[in-house]
């Protein structure tokens, strides 16, 4: 399969993260195969807290930062012999760095856990009830292990999973 993923740093902070491109990479990567995803783009924007802010406000009308943002493209047929555009994900480093401090998990792990999840996102998976929640995170569960990152939702109580 191949997979063309334009990753763009708008954020000085990200600049502290050694590796940060490729563990981007890496984690896109094992989402879409782990679906069977068709020759694909996706675009991964890695910015700041200001910026998602002003996102989450326009998008969903909520006016503080989050910590990913999912913007799936129009679902057209690829041209023949090219790659379909799935859509973009946009990343706050602020708020992965916070997030990861306070549930004690490595930024990396945090961060590839936030890229599956929206890239997913793209793929059609969402979490709009329990049903749809179950199912998008035992995906998560999934393609994390196969990365060798531990279950992010076993600090819930929840049992850590691997397959």
Known sequence: MSFAIDISAESEGWSKVSGVEELVRRAAEATMLDNDAPPSEISVVLSDDEHIRELNK???GMDKP???LSFP?????APAGGTRMLGDVVIAFETVEREAAEETKSFGDHLSHLVV???LHLLGYDHEDDEEAEIMEARE?????KLGIPDPYAE???PAKRS
């Open 58 to 60: 326009h998008h969903r």
């Open 66 to 68: 989050t910590n990913v």
């Open 73 to 77: 493209a129009a679902r057209m047929k």
């Open 117 to 119: 999840h929206g890239v």
């Open 141 to 145: 569960r999934k393609i994390l292990s």
């Open 156 to 158: 819930r109580g929840e």
